[in-house]
């Protein structure tokens, strides 16, 4: 039998500062393993723990993964740490991704911010490898700060594409920065889609997603229809530690991924 | 009613002989006024397979309290070193029901815990009835009786003179096929003693309900939900010291926490009971955390026993053995918080 505890042995290819606080590491297991974007994996420093993580890369590519990585705590730490050469392990993939499948055909709208840019980037990858198969694409996303934007150069130049409708938002701008400042949600009136039929994609730290997902109902979003990405205390990411229950699911099993009428209901979902 | 045959106390300790050549036998050892589980050995004293249930959860044996489930980064299950299966006998009704909850979250799910599947497989359950009741027993507002019905290999009933031994599996029953120079069939007489010893335990356990004011489980549904915003749980949550004893000792709790060590040579992924009652249990590492207050994980204790489960598995995640009662250092009683959350103050 499979042991679910057990970390696939695997590769630092490199380490890149994204922003101050994020890095990106590239990897590659030793083992094959792939993901649907929205599902998550633990990331192991072998002898230190393990994290919940995200990759931020393209599902399709199956051999190198990504992850960017905000330094938090201790093994966040260590993470900042690594460089080229280095061993680390991967367990996954986790839980339930975003169900793109089921958004052919549909117009679709990402709200990010801040740390939330990471899995979103996976997100996007994954909708423009499918490029043509949606009405339209939406993408808002906000940050603290433009050196805190995370991805800026790669994100700035997703504006060039003809399949994008794309705008950012800074809260506190600088002499880099000619868009928008405000939140996130100060960019959404723009967008001119048939609202009941659309798709909502947030995330984002819970209280912009608490605003955005607000400002979407006002807009006439469905709840069924906009997909959030919840962060609890994954651990054991198989639904048995216990850790990041949320209401009648584990965070880690039935989400990470999951649509505002499913958990709106719960107690603690934005603490 | 299932197959049932009589063994002499006489030749209970032979028995239990025989069975520690093929398996490491546990039973509960009375020390002064509580029962604890001893490893068997041929000299072993003060065995008791009635009275109440031991101290230790029946948990332990399945979902140990410390385990290594993953060495560096080879996918063999590591196996504890005494490679013998367990047999635990004198096991309780309320422990056994702890099975519902525990079976669910390891066995019964799309990744299976091949640890607790693995001892699930391998160890052998010899339950006994309860033949007294002490006063934190109140398995039966929980729907359960004194003496075990299932979940059970062999189940002993203690009578004069010796067992009512019952099959519930067919591991127990080869167990009885191998052994049979042991067992004799049952009198109807013995029978009778069965059925009034068991109903005089049951009004033992009825008796306790009166006393403590205990309420069913059939009035449990909703109470957590209702009381949500109640000033029930601060109040109740006042004394509360923070130590997870509930959780140890519950059989039902199944969190764990998974912590890595290494040393020169390799690394090991251990995995330790964990208690929803200490504060960082549902922190993130950014440092947002959903239940800050003690109280709050006091109610998230009570919504996960009587909410969560029975929604997703339903069943109610206590079995009334009382232990954590008598575990509380600040004399928490879930009886007590059970029946303010049924009456709403």
Redesign the interface.
């Known amino acids: 039998m499979n042991n679910p505890y057990r970390p696939v042995e695997t590769d630092v290819l490199e380490a890149i500062q994204e922003t101050p606080t994020i890095k990106t590491i590239k990897v590659k297991p030793k083992e094959r393993m792939s993901f649907q974007t929205g599902q998550f994996m633990e990331i192991t420093i072998p002898g230190v723990g393990e994290i919940p993580a995200t990759p931020s890369s393209n599902p399709a590519s199956t051999e190198i993964m990504q992850f960017s990585i905000m330094r938090v705590g201790k093994v966040t730490e260590k993470i900042h740490q690594l460089k080229a050469g280095d061993t680390i392990g991967l367990r996954g993939p986790l839980g339930a991704g975003y169900p793109v499948d089921s958004f052919k055909g549909k117009e679709l709208v990402v709200v990010g911010g801040g740390c939330g840019f990471a899995p979103l980037r996976s997100l996007m990858y994954e909708l423009f490898n499918r490029s043509g198969q949606f009405k339209s694409l939406y993408f808002r996303g906000g940050c603290k700060s433009p050196k805190e934007m995370v991805y800026r150069k790669e994100t700035e130049d997703w504006g060039k594409r003809p399949d994008l409708n794309l705008r950012l938002t800074v809260d506190v701008g600088d002499e880099t920065w000619k868009g928008n400042v405000g939140v996130v949600t100060t960019i959404l009136d723009d967008i001119k889609v048939n609202f009941p039929e659309a798709i909502g994609v947030v995330c984002g730290p819970p209280i912009m997603m608490k605003f955005a997902i607000k400002k979407l109902l006002e807009m006439g979003f469905q709840e069924s229809k906009i997909y959030l990405s919840m962060e609890k205390n994954m651990s054991c990411g198989i639904g048995k530690c216990g850790h990041c229950r949320l209401g009648t699911y584990y965070c880690c099993k039935d989400g990470p991924v999951f649509t505002y009428d499913k958990i709106k209901n719960f107690h603690e979902i934005w603490d | 009613m299932s197959k049932c045959v009589f063994l002499w106390s006489g030749d209970l300790k032979s028995f239990i002989g025989k069975l520690s050549e093929t398996y490491q036998v546990y039973l509960p050892v009375k020390k002064g006024t509580q029962r604890f589980y001893k490893k068997y050995v041929p000299d072993l004293n003060n065995i008791v397979m009635g009275e109440v249930r031991p101290f230790e959860p029946l948990k332990a044996f399945f979902f140990r309290a410390k385990e290594v489930?993953?060495e560096s980064?080879?996918?063999?299950?590591p196996s504890p070193p005494a490679d013998k299966p367990l047999a635990i006998l004198g096991v309780k009704a309320c422990d056994l029901k702890g099975f519902k909850v525990e079976d669910f979250?390891?066995s019964n799910?799309?990744?299976?815990?091949?640890f607790y599947?693995k001892n699930r497989e391998r160890n052998l359950i010899i339950s006994s009835d309860c033949t007294c009741a002490i006063d934190t027993c109140f398995c039966l507002a929980l729907g359960l009786k004194p003496f075990p019905q299932e979940n059970f290999d062999l189940n002993f009933s203690p009578i004069q003179d010796g067992y009512i031994v019952e099959v519930g599996s067919s591991k127990g029953e080869s167990l009885i096929k191998q052994h049979t120079s042991y067992f004799k069939e049952v009198a109807k007489v013995q029978e009778d003693e069965r059925y009034r010893q068991r109903n005089q335990v049951l009004q033992d356990v009825e008796t306790n309900l009166k006393q403590f004011d205990v309420p069913s489980q059939d009035r449990f549904q909703g109470a957590v939900e209702r009381n949500?915003d109640s000033k029930i749980w601060e109040d109740e949550a006042k004394t509360c010291v923070e130590c997870g004893a509930c959780n140890a000792i519950c059989p039902t709790c199944?969190?764990?926490?998974?912590?890595?060590?290494?040393d020169e040579k390799k690394?090991e992924?251990l995995?330790i009971w964990?208690s929803?009652m200490i504060k960082d249990?549902?922190?993130?590492?950014?440092?947002?955390?959903?239940?800050?207050k003690l109280w709050m994980r006091l109610r998230n204790r009570f919504e996960?026993k009587f909410d969560?489960f029975p929604?997703?598995a339903n069943v109610y995640a206590c079995t009334g053995c009382g232990r954590c009662i008598s575990a509380c250092p600040a004399k928490i009683d879930i009886r007590k918080v059970l029946k303010r959350l049924v009456i709403g103050s």
């Open positions: 489930v993953a980064f080879e996918n063999r299950v979250v390891f799910n799309t990744d299976p815990d091949p599947l949500f199944h969190c764990f926490l998974l912590y890595d060590q290494k690394m992924r995995r964990d929803c249990f549902a922190r993130v590492a950014g440092g947002a955390n959903p239940r800050k996960k969560f929604k997703v």
